[in-house]
């Protein structure tokens, strides 16, 4: 089973690029999220979608934007990398919203660099 | 907002003693309680959760942990600890109402053998 999966998994950026992390999941879950994850930081939430069509800002969303526009995608772009956004960054599925108690499942991580 | 802590960003246990990672929350009304792994280079995997019912409980690999209303907790526990718990250990939590899942700062285990 696939689940959730990213690319790409390792990434340098100049200062300045943007590009955009991909994520799919094949198990039809409504809820999707992205992540960071800092040092001594543990997980910060960016953004996340409740369905197609539907996002919402996490904690630290400056800097990226998302959209949602199939229930199995739910790419992440930087739109002009800065270097306080290297980092390890996770995708995050649900089968539905964070108050019905369902797992959370992560995909493998990206890890970018912006030099 | 809610918010997790996780005393201690490193503990170390000897191979065989017992594992104690501890997670409080901040929600008034108890909220859905989950434990993740996290191996080096590699995604976060659910150890166990909490939603209803039976306070302790039990996940993979030997952990379990134990929901307690009154002190805002749900640490984690293994009676022996194994080379291979040697990752990060994460708490989060989920409100019965709302979007988000709420992650601490995790905590790193370290066995020695």
């Known amino acids: 089973n696939a689940g959730v999966t990213q690319t790409p998994k390792f990434q340098v950026l100049k200062t300045g690029q943007s590009m955009t992390l991909q994520c799919a999941q094949d198990m039809n879950h409504e809820y999707m999220s992205w992540y960071r994850q800092d040092p001594g930081m543990g997980l910060r939430l960016i953004h996340y979608?409740?369905?197609?069509?539907?996002?919402d800002q996490g904690e630290v969303p400056n800097g990226y934007n998302v959209s949602r526009s199939t229930t199995e995608d739910f790419p992440l772009r930087l739109l002009s990398a800065a270097p306080s956004q290297t980092s390890v960054y996770f995708c995050?599925?649900?089968?539905?919203?964070?108050?019905?108690?369902?797992?959370?499942?992560f995909g493998e991580g990206s890890w970018l660099t912006v030099v | 907002a809610q918010s997790v802590t996780q005393l201690g960003s490193h503990v170390s246990v000897s191979e065989g003693a017992l594992v104690l990672l501890r997670c409080n929350y901040s929600?008034?009304?108890?909220?859905?309680l989950f434990w993740y792994v996290q191996y080096p280079n590699q995604g976060l995997q659910l150890l166990l959760k909490y939603t209803t019912g039976a306070t302790l409980v039990k996940g993979i690999n030997g952990f379990e942990a134990e929901f307690k209303k009154s002190e805002t907790s749900f640490h984690l526990t293994k009676p022996s600890a194994h080379m291979s718990d040697a990752a990060e250990y994460f708490c989060a939590v989920s409100e019965r109402t709302g979007n988000q899942f709420y992650f601490g700062t995790g905590t790193s285990l370290t066995v020695i053998p």
């Open positions: 929600s008034s009304v108890p909220p859905y």
């Open positions: 979608s409740v369905g197609a069509g539907i996002t």
């Open positions: 995050a599925s649900s089968y539905s919203r964070a108050s019905s108690g369902n797992t959370i499942y």
